[in-house]
């Protein structure tokens, strides 16, 4: 089984970015998917990101794009979401995921059921 760590969440004003990472541990695969999730109390978990590790094929939801940057260290294991031009609506607890059947290559959008091992979360604000 993976372990997913998130780690780099905390408050910035909004315009302002901030890089969360992913630290990954225990089993892997040559061909995997990992991703971001958000999810604010009342509302259902959306997928923000979602990259193919083994070729480097990218989704993102439309709300982020041309803003958020995802990518993956394939030595150090570590998943990055690189967030800039943050809007107080970007605010949530940010979970990092990982899928090693791989059908982020096939979708253009990121599902949470698509994903087996999730981290516990870490929150980010963004300050009007």
């Known amino acids: 089984q993976m372990q997913l760590v998130e780690s780099g969440g905390g408050e910035v004003q909004a315009g302002g970015s901030l890089t969360l990472s992913c630290e990954s541990s225990g089993d892997t695969s040559d061909n995997y998917c990992m991703g971001w999730f958000r999810q604010v109390p009342g509302k259902e978990r959306e997928g923000v990101a979602s990259i193919a590790t083994g070729i480097g094929s990218t989704v993102y939801l439309d709300s982020v794009k041309g803003r958020f940057t995802i990518s993956h260290d394939n030595v150090k294991r570590t998943l990055y979401l690189q967030m800039e031009s943050l809007k107080p609506e970007d605010t949530a607890m940010y979970y990092c995921?990982?899928?090693?059947?791989?059908?982020?290559?096939?979708?253009?959008?990121?599902?949470?059921?698509?994903?087996?091992?999730w981290g516990q979360g870490i929150l980010v604000t963004v300050s009007s």
């Open positions: 995921a990982a899928d090693f059947n791989g059908w982020c290559m096939y979708t253009d959008y990121v599902e949470s059921r698509q994903f087996e091992f």
